[in-house]
């Protein structure tokens, strides 16, 4: 039990510093849960934003005849153009400055092959171009969130036919 009658050389009772302490100790576990449900409540907001972007790009028809959009979820893979390209996603972190998903992601550009190129950590917007057999086709990163993440495909051999 604390005598409420102590006092410090400055003139305050221990009793009313620790109660302040405790306060401020609250106060700050209090800011500290607010923050985090901001932030965890504005990632979901912006992630189903995305989806919604892109769902809304392919209900226009926006997409050049030529390209598609792939998603694939972590740890798994997903084909297009007849399995000439095959994209698997081996990881998503959330990291950098300001922090963002970055992705890191195979790519095998041939339905008969086991070689493929890995990219480690990529931002949005990263693209490369993959060569299978005589066709050669455009990946770019379009979209990543906490466990998947779109990419655009475009066949660049196609000349704007549809395959």
């Known amino acids: 039990?604390?005598?409420?009658?102590?006092?410090?050389?400055?003139?305050?009772?221990?009793?009313?510093?620790?109660?302040?302490?405790?306060?401020?100790?609250?106060?700050?576990?209090i800011i500290a849960v607010g923050i985090?449900?901001?932030?965890?409540?504005?990632?979901?907001?912006f992630a189903s934003q995305h989806k919604t972007n892109i769902e809304q790009t392919l209900n226009s028809g926006k997409l050049k005849t030529d390209e598609k959009l792939v998603n694939v979820g972590q740890g798994n893979v997903g084909t297009e153009f007849n399995g000439n390209i095959r994209i698997g996603v081996i990881g998503i972190s959330n990291e950098g400055e300001p922090i963002r998903n970055k992705i890191s992601?195979?790519?095998?550009?041939?339905?008969?092959?086991?070689?493929?190129?890995?990219?480690?950590?990529?931002?949005?917007?990263?693209?490369?171009?993959?060569?299978?057999?005589?066709?050669?086709?455009?990946?770019?990163?379009?979209?990543?969130n906490a466990s998947d993440a779109t990419f655009s495909v475009i066949d660049l051999s196609s000349n704007g036919k549809q395959q």
Do not use: P
């Not at 965890?40 to 907001?45: G, V």
């Not at 550009?109 to 990529?122: G, L, P, Q």
């Open 1 to 29: 039990m604390i005598d409420k009658k102590q006092t410090h050389k400055d003139g305050g009772t221990l009793f009313t510093k620790r109660i302040i302490k405790q306060i401020l100790f609250a106060s700050s576990i």
């Open 36 to 45: 985090a449900t901001i932030y965890f409540t504005s990632r979901n907001h």
């Open 105 to 144: 992601f195979a790519i095998a550009a041939s339905s008969n092959s086991d070689e493929s190129t890995s990219y480690v950590k990529k931002d949005v917007g990263f693209s490369t171009i993959v060569t299978s057999g005589r066709n050669r086709y455009k990946i770019q990163v379009k979209q990543v």
